[in-house]
């Protein structure tokens, strides 16, 4: 068959480029625009070429940061997707108690950020926190202000606790849009609980997983708010992750150039992260 | 391979039944016999699924037991038994070659590798499913993931019986054809008991050596295709089996025949005499068996022709009799019919009585 051509096509498309283009690419054309440039004051600036990159690529305190960012969001996603998909598969697929447990599992999702960091900051108060309060009466040397490891922990606990009922309300869905006739069949063939886990909900909660890996990967690679509120970054450098790192560097010292530079290779790590994650898992049982 | 044989079952979904509508399936007593084919034939909603889960063990039965070769399985889950079930939409393991989704049964049972390859390759043979063994099973049509399920089942040689559930819903025509060939010669070559659920009588007529009707959770009547045809022991079965489905007028008795509004018909020998006590009445002939005349014969009624359909390699002549009634009457393609006065016959031989709508003999 003869391919018709019709222009027409890019007018369709336009309003799309539209949104797109305020939304995305105009604001980050400003930051580009930053990121070549030093501006000394308002009226005066120079073209610096790669210079602010050439910079912030070099600087050993971004590396760290990097490197606490990399484990940190490798951390949420090792213990937040398994344990979401555990209590998915956990939960009642029928009965009173479904309306219940989405509920319950709801909750967290609702409370905004800042308070999630405020409540465990009091959480973990060994005067007037409840879990810090325990722990020092269980005798373990507990102290998120003072001790590293704690800090890290703590930082963790609250993002486990935060987020992984997104993946778990995610993967229940996947669960329970698989027919019954599969787990029928299982059943005839005499499959294991593991082979059903294996070969039958893993592969149905395919999709769903996709989203819940990207959407936690995204979302504690830019972690802000909670350790802000919770720790400052401290105790010394400890939890501070590149968001913080960012922030302190625009608009602490107003380093825009070299901010600007960050925040350019920042979203390149998350984009090319994405798309990884995204090619490894819809690959994933491919020939 | 395996006689399988329900003693008193029942089934309610509710706690503590006791009326008959409380029941999905109401008391039977029921012989599978080894290596036959049966259809469990029905509208929806009457039944046959809850009784073939009953069968396969992914439901236990609230009343009575089943019993495979005269041991009691009533309380083993469907792993233990050895049955194998086909469901209305294809299952296959999507992340599964065709050999691993066919070897998937096998391997749970911890056969050994040289077994399982044997037996998948001999039923894939059979299904012709040679050429896509290496393949994804997810990527595959409906029907040939309808043969994988099939497959899934015939692979074990230990298996008791297959059972399907409206297995064909889901593929087009002209496969479902060829698929139900299949079917037919796996029975025969591996004569295993089969049980085969569907709403549709086509299928059970050419399916089943026997074919056994469920209507509002009871069997109503079992039988060849040919009893079920020729001889409905309920008013059911004269409506769902055949097409159209038996005409039913209801009657009064007078004597040896039928009064229907004042019109004598006359019935086989004896059968009103066994009639007699009943509360509803009705007189049932199917529409092959009526003979319509031009002219008025010896023990015609007079009707008035309303409405032929030409279904090409036959007619369907709907005629009104007495003024209420509507019979439809099928007759050869070649025959002349015209709208207007006609006579009608009812064969003695093919006019059944129905009492409180069971048939009287």
Known sequence: MDKIINQKAWFLVLPVLLVVAFSAIIPLMTVVN???????????????????????????????????????????????????IAIALSMPTRGAWVSACLVLLALPLLIPFNVVGTIWQIFGRADIGLGGAVLSWLGIDYNYTASPLDAWLTVLVMDVWHWTSLVALLCYAGLVAIPDAYYQAARIDGASRWAVFRYIQLPKMKGVLVIAVLLRFMDSFMIYAEPFVLTGG?????????????????????????????????????????????????????? | MARIELKKLAHSYKPGASRPEDFALREMDHVWEDGKAYALLGPSGCGKTTLLNIISGLLTPSHGQILFDGKDVTRLAPQERNIAQVFQFPVIYDTMTVYDN?????????VDE????????????????????????????????????MGRG????????????????????????????????VHERYALTMVYVTHDQVEAMTFADEVVVVYEGQVVQRGTPQELFEKPRHTFVGYFIGSP????????????????????????????????????????????????????????????????????????????????HELRVKLPEDRPVANGRAWLRFPPEWTRLYADALLVE
Not at chain 1, 53 to 76: E, I, M, T, Y
Not at chain 1, 237 to 254: E, I, R
Not at chain 2, 102 to 110: G, Q, T, V
Request: aromatic share 8%; glycine share 8%; with cysteine.
């Open chain 2, 102 to 110: 066919l070897a998937f049964p096998l391997r749970n049972r911890k």
């Open chain 2, 114 to 149: 040289a077994e399982v390859h044997a037996r998948v390759t001999e039923v894939a043979d059979m299904l012709e499913l040679g050429g896509v063994l290496k393949k994804r099973a997810k990527g595959l049509g409906a029907d040939a993931k309808q043969k994988i399920s």
């Open chain 2, 245 to 324: 489905g038996m005409n039913f007028l209801p009657c009064r008795l007078d004597g040896h025949c039928a009064l229907v509004d004042g019109q004598r018909i006359p019935l086989a020998d004896g059968v009103a005499a066994r009639a007699a006590g009943a509360t509803r009445l009705e007189l049932g002939i199917r529409p092959e068996f009526l003979q319509l005349a031009e002219r008025p014969e010896d023990g015609t009624l007079p009707v008035l022709v309303h409405q032929v359909e030409d279904l090409g390699n036959f007619k369907i002549v709907t005629v009104q009799l007495g003024g209420r």
């Open chain 1, 34 to 84: 930053y990121s070549v440039q030093d501006i000394l004051d308002p009226q005066t600036r120079v073209f610096v070429g790669t210079e602010w990159f050439q910079q912030v690529l070099r600087d050993p305190r971004l590396h760290d940061a990097l490197l606490r960012q990399l484990l940190f969001s490798g951390c949420v996603l090792g213990i937040e997707i398994p344990l979401g």
């Open chain 1, 234 to 287: 401290g105790p010394g450098n400890a939890t501070t992750f590149l968001s913080q790192y960012l922030t302190a560097m625009a608009v602490g010292q107003f380093d825009l150039g070299p901010a600007a530079a960050f925040s350019l290779i920042y979203f390149l790590i998350i984009l090319l992260f994405s798309w990884v994650f995204y090619t490894a898992i819809t690959n994933m049982g491919k020939e």
């Open chain 2, 154 to 185: 015939l692979v074990r040689s230990d298996v008791s019986a297959i059972l399907f559930d409206e297995p064909l819903t889901v593929i087009d025509p002209h496969l479902k054809w060829l698929l139900r060939r299949k079917l037919k010669q």
